[in-house]
């Protein structure tokens, strides 16, 4: 992956005077590289990720697979495409194993993804089966620690 774009998904707040001190390039070059990147697609946006438990967020995160009848001459996209498109999933990936898709819904209450999974998702054409499971707890997530290291209370002793 290009430099511009590993140092943009580190720390997208970085501005691009001193991006372009990283590689070693003008100011301009970068602006314009990033924004090539922009209306190219490849850089699909920009987010600050927040600690929902320290922003005290009544909500929870819930990952479900999905077993899915795939469409003959679409194979998964169709199905995916239309998950995607509910307003509840903020992600969806095709992946291996026991259950063809998996979502992530978040921001909601217990009931609100009990009455999603129930009434928008299980019920559309080409969902066989559903698995949901709630995050209880994030350690870690884009490679960005969520826990604070533990304190070691023993001490220091001198004699």
Do not use: W
């Amino acid at each position: 992956m290009d430099k511009l774009l590993e140092i943009l998904e580190k720390n997208p707040r970085l501005s691009n005077s001193e991006i372009a001190v990283m590689l070693g390039k003008t100011e301009k070059e970068t602006e314009e590289q990033i924004r090539l990147y922009e209306e190219s697609g490849v850089i699909k946006g920009y987010r600050a990720m927040i600690d929902k438990n320290k922003a005290n967020a009544q909500t929870v995160t819930a990952l479900i697979e999905i077993r899915v009848q795939p469409k003959f001459g679409h194979g998964f996209d169709e199905i995916a495409n239309r998950i995607a498109a509910l307003e509840e999933v903020e992600s969806i990936y095709l992946m291996s194993g026991g259950f063809d898709l998996c979502c992530m819904v978040s921001d909601k209450s217990f009931e609100e993804i009990a009455l999603f999974v129930a009434n928008r998702l299980s019920p559309l054409d080409g969902v066989m089966s559903t698995a949901t499971h709630f995050i209880l707890k994030k350690y870690k997530e884009q490679g960005v620690f969520f826990t604070e290291p533990p304190k070691d209370d023993r001490g220091i002793l001198s004699f």
